[in-house]
């Protein structure tokens, strides 16, 4: 199946998926710790400022952040063995476990706010790292930089009349404002649930699995 016909499905997915993590990037950030768990540029940013100032607690929790990201990582890569997006993978898996991690993180915060979030890192490793590439197309749905690259890139090649892949364009869209919706969602939500917020994303990861798990199921029996 060529990149052109990109199933809706997939595109509700990517964006869901990057809904998800612009929730959980954005919760991050309005805790107490106002912590980035959904990339890690800047957390490795800060542990190098961390390291020279000599500031040897700060420094322990930004390798704890960066390693809870990689676990997550890790997981994924382990239980599905492919980052390149199949039907038929058990994608409900990472799902559910990314859902719990936030839900444990939503139970931890109140007491450990630092290092509950270690948690939520796990979960968006263990999102991002489940599906990177789809017909030849590099996809993340937990950061932006690459998708606003990839984005700029094509938007250049329309200027110079070169041949551009539209659905690859819209599906780089979809996932952009999935994850500036899921952000604005929550900080609208947050001044009246404060800490239950996570429980939104810990709903939607679990919706997502078992939405899956029946596409699953129905493909395996139209075959």
């Known amino acids: 199946m060529p990149f052109q016909t990109l199933p809706v499905w997939v595109q509700l997915g990517a964006f869901f998926l990057a809904f998800n993590a612009g929730m959980m990037n954005a919760l991050g950030l309005l805790s107490i710790w106002h ?21 040897s607690m700060q420094a322990i929790y930004g390798i704890c952040v960066i390693t809870s990201f990689v676990l997550g990582s890790l997981y994924s890569g382990y239980i599905l063995g492919s980052s390149h997006f199949q039907l038929g993978r058990r994608y409900g898996i990472p ?16 007491y450990y706010p ?12 263990m999102q991002n790292a489940m599906v990177s590439h789809y017909k030849g197309a590099i996809i993340r749905t937990t950061h932006l930089t690459g998708l606003l690259t990839d984005l700029g890139l094509n938007l250049g090649y329309l200027l110079r009349g070169l041949p551009v892949e539209r659905r690859r364009v819209v599906l780089l869209i979809v996932i952009l404002m999935g994850f500036l919706f899921g952000g604005i969602l929550v900080t609208w939500l947050y001044p009246y649930l404060n800490l239950h917020t996570f429980l939104i994303p810990v709903c939607l990861s679990l919706a997502m699995s078992l939405t899956y798990w029946t596409l699953y199921i129905r493909n395996q029996l139209h075959h």
């Open 114 to 125: 630092r290092y509950a979030l270690l948690w939520a890192c796990v979960a968006m490793g």
């Open 95 to 110: 799902l559910s476990l990314s859902a719990l991690c936030i839900f444990l993180c939503w139970l931890l915060i109140p």
């Open 35 to 55: 912590q980035t768990v959904s990339h890690m540029t800047g957390n490795v940013s800060m542990l190098a400022i961390a390291i020279l100032h000599g500031q």
